[in-house]
T-cell receptor, first 114, second 116 residues
Framework: GENVEQHPSTLSVQEGDSAVIKCTYSDSASNYFPWYKQELGKGPQLIID?????GEKKDQRIAVTLNKTAKHFSLHITETQPEDSAVYFCAAVASGGGADGLTFGKGTHLIIQP | NAGVTQTPKFQVLKTGQSMTLQCAQD?????MYWYRQDPGMGLRLIYYSASEGTTDKGEVPNGYNVSRLNKREFSLRLESAAPSQTSVYFC???????????????FGEGSRLTVL
């Protein structure tokens, strides 16, 4: 089955700097890659996703890039703000699967230092 | 709009006790899911229901049962709780389902369960 590795497990950056979280996946047939943000005491919430027919997608200060050849994708947050502090999860859907086929990474705790 | 509602938010059980976690969604979604979240383990799927009347096992189904009561409600039951089931449980729903028809997952706020 699909295996998703996420790095780093903890990331501390100064407010205003950029943050990058990286994920690799194993199943070359995976074609959907969402990112979820989990604030303290809340459930995860989708912030951005990308499908395998595009290499990059942006939404204001966040962007996701996908390299299908290398089987890795990354989340980029620019001009970080205190409200960006959270746990971020990447995920990939295995071949033949719907949301039930989603495999999540283990998460990255992003800390924004004032 | 309430979205996905889970009850209870907190529960402490003794080993061997049983309990049911309740989940309801008001978005008319077809698919519903139960995940558990453990430190350093990410989110792991326990059971899911692609549509009313169907349920299927996920990655970690042992020790759990589920019921899709109707389109809105999906419950998770622990028949004989064990300390290894101490976790935070999340219910989620999705409009889409099925092969490559992956849509956004909407999560509840979680139920923190401790088994002593």
């Amino acid at each position: 089955g699909e295996n998703v590795e996420q790095h780093p497990s903890t990331l501390s950056v100064q407010e205003g700097d950029s943050a990058v979280i990286k994920c690799t996946y194993s199943d070359s047939a995976s074609n959907y890659f969402p990112w979820y943000k989990q604030e303290l005491g809340k459930g995860p919430q989708l912030i951005i996703d990308i499908r395998s027919n595009v290499g990059e997608k942006k939404d204001q200060r966040i962007a996701v890039t996908l390299n299908k050849t290398a089987k890795h994708f990354s989340l980029h947050i620019t001009e970080t703000q205190p409200e960006d502090s959270a746990v971020y999860f990447c995920a990939a859907v295995a071949s033949g699967g719907g949301a039930d086929g989603l495999t999540f990474g283990k998460g990255t705790h992003l800390i924004i230092q004032p | 709009n309430a979205g996905v509602t889970q009850t209870p938010k907190f529960q402490v059980l003794k080993t061997g006790q049983s309990m049911t976690l309740q989940c309801a969604q008001d978005m008319n979604h077809n698919s519903m899911y139960w995940y558990r979240q453990d430190p350093g383990m990410g989110l792991r799927l326990i059971y899911y229901s692609a549509s009313e009347g169907t349920t299927d096992k996920g990655e970690v189904p042992n020790g759990y049962n589920v019921s899709r009561l109707n389109k809105r409600e999906f419950s998770l039951r622990l028949e004989s709780a064990a300390p290894s089931q101490t976790s935070v449980y999340f219910c989620a729903s999705s409009e889409a389902g099925g092969t490559y028809n992956t849509g956004e997952l909407f999560f509840g706020e979680g139920s923190r369960l401790t088994v002593l």
